[in-house]
């Protein structure tokens, strides 16, 4: 019932309804290894787009940090196509 | 979690064949003198860039984050070329694709004191769209979206993120076995 005056407070033509926000909250929650374990409820929707964050920024930072891994082992390595193709057979 | 790799056309096998491929055309351009800091950091670039150029393709159009991923990165590499016709001493430390930007703490601030009464949900609410302004520049597009859509291509966005992480792990072990 609450959930349709959030209507006005919402500038933009979509109807956000507070249900809606509370499910794409909790899914995001589960996908935080920080909070995934908890209960929806005992967490608090502002903690999540927190936590939200600091994941996606340390997740920026591990792809930074791989990709630096990379070009030193490309440029140690003498690979060739023989070992890409091994590469790629083990991962398929 | 090995299912995943017999399915060829899975996001992570997309993502992997695409990564792989880069790696081995980045790995051909390697000049004689491999090892000078400056070819290293050109080479990292060019490894960031593949992998997350390599996840949007494989994510293509769906998404409006992989979407503006592929736009941005896009205009870097045309305002790439056309700067480099200028032959200007244009240090290469360009900005990275997912630049992070200092937080606004003074918002944080004021939410963490504004959301102390948890049982709000409506204050919840209204203090969700300011907390979101971090988001917004953390996910590639985010500016434009509104909450509901920003919170539903985050959450696209991280599960693409882990697979990236994942799978850049692996190619990373495998190459450090030698």
């Known amino acids: 019932m609450s959930s349709r005056r959030s209507r006005s407070r919402q500038s933009g033509a979509s109807r956000i309804t507070d249900d809606q926000i509370i499910d794409l909250v909790s899914k995001l929650q589960q996908l935080i290894p920080e909070l995934r374990g908890r209960r929806p409820d005992k967490v608090s929707a502002s903690k999540v787009l927190q936590e939200t964050c600091n994941y996606i920024r340390s997740l920026h930072r591990e792809v930074d940090g791989l990709s630096d891994r990379l070009s030193q082992l490309l440029a140690s390595t003498d690979t060739d196509s023989d070992q890409a193709a091994i590469i790629r057979s083990l991962l398929m | ?178």
């Not at chain 2, 695409?18 to 670039?45: C, D, G, T, V, W």
């Open chain 2, 1 to 178: 979690m090995d299912s995943q790799h017999l399915n060829p056309s899975s996001l992570k096998s997309r993502f992997t064949a695409r990564f792989l491929r880069a790696l081995i055309k980045i790995n051909a351009q390697k000049p004689i003198s491999s090892s000078s800091p400056r070819e290293i950091f050109q080479r990292y670039r060019r490894i960031k860039v593949a992998a997350d150029k390599s996840m949007a393709y494989s994510v293509r159009s769906r998404r409006t984050w992989s979407r503006a991923t592929l736009w941005k990165l896009r205009s870097q590499s045309r305002r790439r070329l056309a700067s480099s016709g200028r032959r200007s001493s244009i240090k290469t430390r360009t900005t990275t694709t997912t630049t992070i930007t200092t937080t606004s703490t003074n918002h944080r601030a004021a939410i963490v004191e504004k959301t102390s009464h948890e049982k709000e949900n409506k204050e919840d609410h209204v203090g969700l769209a300011v907390q979101a302004e971090e988001l917004r520049e953390l996910v590639p597009g985010g500016e434009s979206m509104d909450l509901c859509n920003l919170l539903d291509e985050t959450a696209h966005y991280i599960k693409c993120l882990t697979t990236q992480v994942q799978v850049m792990k692996k190619i990373a072990n495998l190459y450090s076995l030698e």
